[in-house]
């Protein structure tokens, strides 16, 4: 039984990390092909035909960490609009082929035509919601964003690492400590 589980922990993580590669590779090579103005320009931020796009490649999309991740942080790194992006986050695991697949062969074709309906309707309400409530705010852009890492003396040039939030106080990137000027 032991034997088994480790059998399957290797299968598993061999194949899962296989996945990610192939599938973050190709987002990369994607994102290399096409400009990130076409891609803001496709799922554009309050328009109609982003959510829907996000819809179907949320849908086409297996859910799993291996390729949800690399694909929303495309299209957070290319700037595509954030109710769009919201909307393939949340339809990714909701219509995955996979769970349609499994719908239809249990319920049939009218309880899985109901549910994508619902499922991506949800979805793209509960984006727009979020964001027209600018919850895009609390995206952290990791190359503009300083160190977070804490040291033991926070001197001058440390504390001069600063940026401003919306309240306009000002935090500084040393020991998270806040100040302000």
Not at 83 to 89: A, K, Q, W
Not at 118 to 136: K, M, P, Q, R
């Amino acid at each position: 039984m032991l034997q088994d589980a480790a059998e399957m922990f290797v299968f598993l993580a061999v194949e899962l990390s296989l996945l990610f590669i192939v599938i973050s590779a190709g987002v990369s090579l994607i994102r290399q092909k096409v400009p990130d103005h076409k891609i803001q320009q496709m799922m554009g931020a309050r328009k109609g035909k982003g959510y829907l796009l996000a819809s179907l490649l949320g849908a086409v999309t297996p859910f799993c960490s291996c390729s949800t991740v690399p694909m929303l942080r495309g299209l957070l790194s290319a700037k595509a609009g954030f109710g769009p992006t919201l909307t393939f986050l949340f339809v990714s695991p909701l219509l995955n082929p996979i769970i349609v697949g499994l719908i239809w062969v249990t319920f049939g074709w009218k309880v899985t035509l109901l549910y994508a309906i619902i499922a991506a309707g949800v979805s793209v309400l509960a984006s727009i919601v979020l964001d027209l409530l600018g919850f895009e705010r609390h995206i952290v852009d990791h190359k503009n964003s300083a160190s977070s890492g804490c040291t033991t003396k926070c001197d001058d040039s440390e504390a001069s690492v600063k940026r401003t939030v919306k309240n306009e106080q000002n935090v500084s990137a040393c020991c998270s400590s806040i100040s302000s000027e």
